[in-house]
């Protein structure tokens, strides 16, 4: 994790604000996960991810 953040906050610009660094550490941990639970099968199929975007409407 420490690695992680690390890598996050280095890529950021010296004008990111706290909330910028804790934004993108958000979206790489959700980016992560999302190639972890596709690897496992475990992410939507289109047509389910499409049904839940009907719901959104």
Do not use: C, H
């Not at 980016?31 to 975007?53: A, H, M, Y």
């Amino acid at each position: 994790m420490k690695e992680l953040v690390m890598e996050v906050t280095n890529s950021l610009p010296d004008t990111a604000t706290f909330d910028d660094i804790i934004e993108a550490i958000y979206i790489r941990l959700k980016i992560e996960e999302g190639i972890k639970d596709s690897q496992i099968n475990k992410g939507l199929t289109t047509d389910e991810l499409l049904e839940e975007i009907e719901k959104w409407k």
